[in-house]
């Protein structure tokens, strides 16, 4: 990732610890080119095909369907033609994982992820097609990385 030292990242977060926490962990040389900036993923404040790589790390699953929806929109709209959008999240609906299967453990997980039966249920490629089409925009899924027999998952989309 050579080509990316000398760029800025920007880390957006809604709250001031979790980018204070992100900013702690990074080296640094990281922490230079780092601008943090407290703002809501449903309503970025970037121009249009702002960014060629948006990642989106463990934030679906924490918001209810229109808010999460409002995030998607807006991830596309600041991704310019030809970037990436990486999103690392749970898996789909792990009927077959040993956590799901054990009912005490998923009832407990749900309780404390109160949203992450329906993101479970949502087919993530078909809302982003969809988003991306309605933005006259087209977004392909080009990787797909399951992680922990499929509890977790990191998806690489490419927008065209």
Not at 67 to 92: C, D, M, S
């Amino acid at each position: 990732m050579k080509h990316l030292q000398d760029k800025p990242l920007y880390l957006v977060d809604v709250t001031t610890a979790q980018l204070e926490k992100s900013r702690d962990k990074l080296c640094a040389a990281e922490q230079a080119r780092l601008i943090p900036i407290r703002m809501n993923a449903e309503n970025l404040g970037f121009q249009n095909n702002s960014f060629m790589t948006v990642l989106i790390f463990f934030l679906m699953h924490e918001m209810p369907e229109d808010a999460r929806h409002k995030a998607f929109n807006e991830a596309l709209r600041v991704l310019a033609p030809g970037g990436q959008l990486v999103i690392t999240e749970y898996g789909a609906e792990p009927r077959s994982h040993w956590i799901y299967r054990f009912w005490p453990l998923r009832k407990l997980l749900l309780k404390y992820e109160p949203f992450l039966n329906g993101f479970w249920c949502e087919d993530i490629v078909e809302t982003l097609t969809t988003k991306a089409n309605a933005l006259d925009k087209n977004i392909k899924l080009i990787e797909e990385h399951k992680i922990f027999n499929q509890f977790y998952r990191v998806l690489v989309f490419q927008l065209q």
